[in-house]
């Protein structure tokens, strides 16, 4: 029974470590939504015919998402390159100035309310494991995680297919609807619902409060779609 009791007490943490994926799909999904539609919206005041709105609407997406994919690939490459820029930076720090780099350790820990005293056990075991000496400074003084190495391509398969998915969502309505003015009209209410769903699901993730994020998600992403469509319309 004291087995089964402390078995029970067991604590056990539970994280949400997907930020990097969120952010990856709030970026795709966010374009999405509002680039196709004021493409679509303000091609509406201009033609009424389904087709060419179509047309344009896929070739948008299509060259979106690859843009937007690549940007992402880039950035997570540059943040790549920069986390080992500054990991061959601290290597070389640990090995010829050791005792500027022992001091450094000294004043992270002092941060976090030790004492010199406390702090001395410490830095003499850092000094002692080159590795995660490097590892503590790379954390805890320049604030770097190890970025996963399938990250660039992994952020750029995330965005482009949010963002595709995204496009389809306020272009839908002109592929079954054969007029553009009733397509446009449906559109709108579709983005609006779909802003609405995707910021309340995003906070489920994120731990923000779901209604909240919804809507802060429309109305973001209403001014953007707005703002969007009236620059569209002007220039169609």
């Known amino acids: 029974m004291i087995g089964d009791t402390h078995a029970s007490d067991t604590h056990i943490e539970s994280h949400f470590t997907g930020t990097e994926t969120v952010r990856d799909i709030v970026i795709g999904m966010a374009d999405g939504l509002t680039v196709p539609f004021a493409l679509a919206a303000g091609l509406s005041g201009a033609i009424d015919s389904t087709r060419i709105i179509i047309t344009a609407g896929l070739a948008e997406i299509a060259a979106g998402s690859i843009a937007m994919g ?36 000294a004043d992270v820990l002092t941060t976090y309310g030790m004492t010199a005293d406390e702090t001395t056990p410490v830095v003499d075991a850092m000094r002692k494991r080159p590795t995660a000496w490097v590892d503590f400074m790379m954390r805890f003084e320049l604030g770097l995680e190890k970025p996963d190495p399938k990250r660039a391509l992994l952020s750029a398969l995330t965005i482009a297919g949010a963002y595709i ?46 209604a909240r994020s919804a809507i802060q998600t429309v109305l973001i992403g209403g001014v953007a779609a707005g703002a969007a469509f009236l620059i569209a319309r002007a220039i169609s």
């Open 70 to 105: 690549l940007g992402g690939y880039l950035a997570a490459k540059s943040d790549a390159e920069h986390y080992q820029s500054e990991r061959n930076r601290e290597e070389t720090e640990v090995t010829e100035r050791p005792e500027d780099e022992a001091a450094e350790v």
């Open 165 to 210: 998915a995204g496009g389809f969502i306020p272009l839908g309505p002109y592929i079954l609807l054969p007029k553009a003015s009733t397509a446009l009209v449906a559109s709108v209410a579709i983005t609006l619902l779909a802003l609405a769903i995707f910021g309340y699901v995003k906070g489920r993730f994120t731990g923000a409060p779901p």
